[in-house]
């Protein structure tokens, strides 16, 4: 007989998963894992992971979007890193402390 599981299992089941990928060296061992430490199937919680990620999909322009604001964010990250060396290095060129 099935049992039935509400919406905020399924919900923690699949943030566990997601979660716990890094503890294993594959998708499915995760799967496997996951599921058997919450006594359930793997295969219920691979569906439970599909409709979660199908209902979590971006659509194309949105994606497109995300890559723009990712690079985006990585050329101001470096811009960042010279901004805080050059100022470290000035600051300690200035020190009077270091003649």
């Known amino acids: ?17 997601a979660g716990s990928r890094g503890n294993y060296t594959s998708e499915t061992k995760a799967l496997q894992g996951v599921a ?4 359930i ?3 219920s919680l ?6 979660s990620d ?3 999909a971006l659509d194309p322009g949105e994606s497109e979007e995300l890559k723009k604001l ?3 964010n990585a050329e101001l990250r470096r811009a960042n890193e010279i901004l805080s ?4 290095f000035f600051a300690a060129r200035l020190d009077p402390t270091r003649h």
């Open 46 to 51: 691979r569906r439970w992971q599909e409709r």
């Open 54 to 56: 199908a209902a979590n």
């Open 85 to 88: 060396s050059a100022s470290a």
């Open 1 to 17: 007989m099935a049992r039935r599981y509400d919406a905020e299992f399924r919900e923690r089941a699949v943030r566990l998963l």
């Open 41 to 43: 199937a793997a295969e």
């Open 70 to 72: 990712r690079r985006e």
């Open 36 to 39: 058997k430490s919450l006594g």
